[in-house]
């Protein structure tokens, strides 16, 4: 069965980096976009990024653009998200999930088709 399993998370204190990872199995993973979302307390999930089969497109949600890097290794069926200049804001479960979708990539939730079980990420003050 598909796995994505995310790795990584962990306190930091604002301004600082982090790097959160998720290895895929169970799929071929160079046939799938992949994204990263996250998901606060009482809030609903979010989008944060994602990056097409190939590596050479990205989209970033607004909050995150010129803080946090997507990237993949479609040799190492991996995805990972730096994250730098964290903000408290930041603070959020990160799920990494797989999308079979070609073309333009997406920031809805409904389009992708695996999740992982997520990555807690606290930046505290």
């Known amino acids: 069965q598909v796995q994505l399993v995310e790795s990584g998370g962990g306190l930091v204190q604002a301004g600082g980096s982090l790097r959160l990872s998720c290895a895929a199995s169970?799929?071929?993973?160079?046939?799938?976009?992949m994204g990263w979302f996250r998901q606060a307390p009482g809030k609903e999930r979010e989008f944060v990024a994602a990056?097409?089969?190939?590596?050479?497109?990205?989209y970033y949600a607004d909050s995150v653009k010129g803080r946090f890097t997507i990237s993949r290794d479609n040799a190492k069926n991996t995805v990972s998200l730096q994250m730098n200049n964290l903000k408290p804001e930041d603070t959020a479960v990160y799920y990494c999930?797989?999308?079979?979708?070609?073309?333009?990539?997406?920031?809805?939730?409904?389009?992708?088709?695996?999740w992982g079980q997520g990555a807690q990420v606290t930046v505290s003050s």
């Open positions: 999930a797989a999308a079979r979708i070609w073309g333009s990539l997406s920031s809805s939730r409904t389009r992708y088709d695996y």
């Open positions: 169970g799929l071929t993973f160079s046939s799938y976009a």
């Open positions: 990056i097409s089969q190939s590596g050479t497109s990205t």
